[in-house]
């Protein structure tokens, strides 16, 4: 079986999401999830689950679970459809409202677009958090790790890697 | 990247991987609803404000509705309300 048509079909999806990802690659998780495990049935929530968080991981920006997903379900062609369907439309946007914004900066339009998404943006990325503790079967043990790491990231200033590191070793270790 | 994907593919379905990955994406999940709810510090304290952040949240992460359609429907409101606003 070819992957490319499953790359194009994922590349098409993505395009249309990431011009509406208002916040970032973190508020479309939710929409992510629902077509490629939900609807399509390409991988599992527990792959998802797991790209995203090998994507906190590595090096460079977080939207790199996207190419991961894309990846895990269509090989090379599906990591680099994932990819260039998330950076390309939002750099493009990016770059003519930056200069929209030079040719005419602090106008009123611009100041109630910056306030009015920004509660909406945080609205989607708690979503997304809330999706990726609860479309994975989890125990209890996983829902103490999610919210000890809430606690532990709200108070303190410890890098996140020491924390996902953490939470391998307790997985590991068969606490969670 | 690819090469942790294909790490993963290659030995993602080990016991032992399993269960780190397991304890990864519940903290990973944490980190998300962190930066999130700290990110919520830097909000106007004003109903409106945490009335769309709400709605949000609950169409898409509780009833799972489509993002574009809420961003579509909600957006729109948000923007429209805060021309209103005096300015900072």
Redesign the interface.
Known sequence: VSRLPIAWALFVRLLLLSLIAVGGVTTVVPDIQRYVVDAEHWITATQFADAFALGQVAPGPNMMYITLVGWTIAGWSGAVAATAAMVVPPAVLTLMVARANTLSPGTRLGRAIRAGLGPITLGLMLASGWILATSVDRHWPGYIATAVTIVVVMRTRWNPLWLIAAGAVAGVVGLI | ??A??AV??RF?SLP?AQ??????????????????????GG??RHWR??L???????A???L?W???AV??V??P???????R?P??
């Open positions: 990247m690819i942790l994907g993963y593919q993602g032992f269960a780190a990955l397991r304890g990864m994406s519940a903290v990973a999940a944490g980190l998300v609803l962190a930066i999130g709810l700290k990110m919520t909000l106007q404000v945490w769309f952040g709400a709605l949000a949240f609950f898409v992460g509780v799972r489509p993002l574009l961003v579509l909600l957006a409101l948000a923007i429209a309300a805060a021309w606003d300015p900072s």
